[in-house]
């Protein structure tokens, strides 16, 4: 029983130091092994591989993808005119050799991205300080990213290497700081509303010129409309007289009588009119003539 114990402790004891020996290495991973704290071997290819038991040797895992570092800090910079902008950029970077990077740099990726960060945002001041606000939001932003990612280059693989490599470095947003901005907003507002005003009073001044016109021609049209009908009520009126004249031309006394009639009509034209007239005149003629007529013996 003893002997049987001890075998299966044996094995366990032999199976836990075997398993500190084997570790596995990520395609997206580089494998360190320390021996004592000094950097013994780095494993850049994946799959198992053996180490000494700790505390012998011990392995660490630094990522070998490409990251992406953004900006961090909204702390305005100057320009050229020293106009104060706000940058947003990221960079793209990977680490190359982490024997270096361990040794300058630091034991994981975090280490690496906040020393870039300072040394991106310096290249960035010193570039944009020699530069205006035209440059950084025309074509001539491409040229301040690529002298930034070269100077940031030149401090990363300089006299202690950082063991990175920086693919690319790019700017995503130029804009002013929030007063500046309000400012900008404000004088946008009041040149719209200028004009705006003024196409209100262009086409107020143009309104005011069509209905001008139209008033124009409104006015001449009835002018000839009735010209045009006094002059065809003229010619009715002396047609109207022609007729009258020939018609009364060939019976002047029947003339004078009929004429005679429509008078009296229009003035007795109501029961309750009274009339004070002198019956000697000659409006009463035409009566007194019939008169006497009827009075006249028959033949």
Same mark, same amino acid.
């Given at each position: 029983m003893n002997r049987i114990g001890f075998i299966v402790s044996s094995v366990l004891v032999a199976l836990a130091l075997l398993s500190s020996t084997?570790?596995?290495? $990520?395609?997206?991973?580089f494998g360190v092994v *320390? /021996?004592?704290?000094?950097?013994?071997? !780095?494993?850049?290819e994946p799959g198992l591989n053996f180490k000494l038991p700790p505390p012998f040797q011990n392995v660490s895992y630094i990522d070998k993808r490409l990251l992406t570092l953004s900006s961090l800090d909204p702390e305005p910079m100057l320009t050229a005119e020293k106009q104060r902008v706000v940058i947003d950029w990221y960079v793209r970077w990977r680490i190359t050799n982490p024997s270096e990077y361990i040794r300058n740099v630091g034991l994981d990726e975090n280490a690496g991205a906040v020393q870039l960060n300072r040394v991106v945002r310096n290249a960035f001041q010193e570039n944009i300080n020699k530069r205006t606000v035209r440059d950084l939001i025309s074509v001539r932003r491409e040229a301040v990213m690529s002298d930034v990612q070269r100077e940031v280059? /030149?401090? !990363?693989k300089g006299a202690k290497p950082w063991g990175v490599d920086v693919v690319d470095v790019r700017i995503t947003r130029v804009d002013y700081v929030e007063a500046i901005t309000e400012s900008v907003y404000r004088r946008m507002e009041a040149e719209r509303k200028r004009v705006a005003n003024e196409l209100r009073s262009t086409g107020f001044a143009e309104g005011e010129k069509i209905r001008a016109d139209a008033d124009r021609q409104r006015e001449v049209i !009835? /002018? =000839?409309? *009735?010209?045009? /009908?006094?002059?065809i009520k003229g010619e009715g009126d002396g047609r109207a007289a022609s007729i009258y004249a020939d018609a009364f031309g060939r019976d002047p006394q029947f003339a004078l009588f009929y004429r005679s009639?429509?008078? *009296?009509?229009?003035?007795? =034209?109501?029961?309750? $009119?009274?009339? !004070?007239?002198?019956? #000697? #005149? $000659?409006?009463f003629k035409s009566m007194q003539s019939s008169g006497s007529t009827s009075n006249a013996p028959r033949r």
């Open positions: 084997l570790f596995v290495v $990520d395609q997206r991973q *320390y /021996a004592l704290g000094q950097i013994k071997e !780095v494993i850049t280059l /030149a401090v !990363v !009835v /002018a =000839n409309a *009735y010209r045009d /009908a006094q002059k009639l429509d008078a *009296y009509k229009q003035s007795f =034209n109501k029961k309750s $009119d009274v009339m !004070v007239l002198d019956p #000697s #005149s $000659d409006f």
